[in-house]
């Protein structure tokens, strides 16, 4: 097995769960043992334990890192007062942007989440579900104010969600596209979907 680096960081907890995510990247989650994990970080194997509780934690804080990262956004462009088709560009730009400068992270979730317990799966889907409702209400505001035009919601809201989630399925990250160029690309498609 190859060895990877984890970047440089203080926090011994952040270094596992860093090592962790790139092991899972290169060898898959049932691919890289609590063994593999310590000796990334120069742990002996029954050291680690001292700072996680097993190996499946590791991948569902993993699989939430994008998505706790960005939330706090979401949820307050969500009661900003901002002109509700801004709300909407920030929304998508902030979800875009996210999964392209986490893409490393996400990058596991597509690989390894049948690997959560369902305790954990269940806890992800609560992230997904507020994702998912604060762009439904967005977009509900907006076709109420006359802004966006109306059409089903369900279909607008994943219309528009799967096609910010599809970047995590291409996006590279030494592509010839930077990830700001590809969510302010994605914003505006995301205006064209609602526009009037």
């Not at 804080?61 to 002109?83: C, M, N, W, Y």
């Amino acid at each position: 097995m190859s060895r990877v680096k984890a970047p440089k960081t203080n926090n011994r907890r952040e270094q596992i769960v860093q090592a962790a995510a790139k092991l899972f990247r290169e060898f898959g989650f049932n691919g890289t043992s609590v063994e593999d994990i310590a000796k990334e970080v120069n742990l002996p194997k029954g050291g680690i334990y001292n700072h996680i509780k097993n190996k499946e934690e590791l991948l569902y804080e993993i699989i939430t890192h994008a998505i706790v990262q960005f939330l706090p956004g979401l949820r307050e462009i969500k009661s900003s007062r901002d002109d509700i088709k801004v709300k909407l560009w920030r929304a998508v730009y902030t979800n875009v942007f996210s999964l392209t400068t986490n893409h490393e992270w996400v990058s596991v979730f597509l690989q390894d989440r049948k690997a959560l317990s369902r305790k954990h799966y269940l806890k992800y889907l609560c992230y997904r579900d507020e994702v998912e409702e604060i762009f439904k209400n967005i977009i509900k505001q907006g076709m109420k104010a006359g802004v966006f035009r109306k059409c089903d919601l369900n279909l607008t809201t994943f219309a528009i969600l799967g096609m910010c989630n599809s970047v995590i399925h291409w996006y590279r990250p030494e592509g010839r596209v930077s990830a700001d160029k590809i969510a302010v690309f994605f914003a505006e498609a995301a205006m064209n979907i609602v526009r009037l």
